[in-house]
C-alpha cells in the first residue's frame, strides 16, 4: 500500500498518513506507454502552420540571367533557383495536421502510471480540501510556503472545478490548478509536485461509502396445498359413506348371480342323464 503525507485546508501536516486506494495506485510504471502518450499531447499541440516558399512561390526570376552559352560561366535558367540568394527553399516544411490519437485504455493506463511515479517518488501530497472562500493569490503562496514546495512547478488538482482556487494560483508561474479529471500524463509528469484533493481521489481513500439499507423481507403468499389438506378429511368421510351405502347393494348382487349358476348347472345336469 502506497501512502501520501496529508495536510490540512490550512496548510498544517498530519501525524497519519494517507493511504491511497490499492485499487489504483498499485505501483505499477509502464515507461512505453508514458512514452506514447506524452508524444501524442506534445504532437497535438502543434498548430502545423510552418511553410517555406518553393521556387515557384517566389517572385521574380521569369527569364534567364545571360545566355546558355558563350559566357564562361554555369548556365542558369532563373535567379530563383534554390542555389541562389533569396531563391525558394528546397523540400521546406509545408503545412500539415499532427494530430495524433492513442487508444482511450492507453491514454488512462499512463495517467495511471504518471500518478504511480509521483507517488513512489514521495511527490505526491493529499488536502483535505481548500480554504478559499475568494480568490486570492497571496494566500495560495502562503499556502505553498507552508507545504515547502515554493519555487517548483505544482500541480494542484481539485475535485471538480473550483473557481476561487483557479484564480488563486492562475498569477504564479510555477503553479497549473485544474480539475483531478482533467490531468493528463504530460501535466503529471511536468511538475514537481502534485497537490491532490482528498475528495477526488477514486473511491474516496479513507472515506467509507455508507451501507446500503436491506430492504424488508417480503412475505410469501399462502400455498395452495393448505387449503387441500384442510378439504380432504370432508372428501375421506364423504367416499366413506358412498362405500357403505354401495356395500349392500353390491352383496345382493353377488348373491344374484350365485342362485343363478346354480340353476344353470342344475338344468344342464338334467340333460345331461335324459340324453342318457
Sequence with gaps: MIEAPLYSATGEKRRKAFALPAAYFDGAVNEAVL????RAYRNNQRQGTHQTKNRANVTGGSEKPWRQKGTGRARQGTIRAPQWRGGGVVFGPSPRDYTTAIPRKVRRLARRSALNARA???????????????????DFVALL????????????????????VYLS???????????YDEATAYQILWSDVVVVEQEALPEGGQVTAPAPVAAPPRKRAAPAKKTTKKAAPAARSRTKAKAK?????????????????????ATRGTKKKGSR
Design 169 to 179: 494560483g492562475r498569477n504564479v508561474q510555477t503553479v497549473e490548478v485544474m480539475p
Design 145 to 164: 510556503e507552508k507545504w515547502g514546495v515554493a519555487g517548483r512547478k505544482v500541480l494542484a488538482l481539485t475535485n471538480g472545478v473550483n473557481r476561487p
Design 120 to 138: 513512489a517518488e514521495g511527490a505526491l501530497m493529499v488536502v483535505e480540501g481548500w480554504a478559499f472562500e475568494a480568490p486570492r493569490t497571496a
Design 35 to 38: 512514452y506514447q502518450a506524452v
Design 245 to 265: 351405502a354401495a356395500a349392500p347393494k353390491k352383496a345382493a348382487k353377488k348373491k344374484t348371480t350365485k342362485k343363478k349358476t346354480t340353476k344353470k348347472k
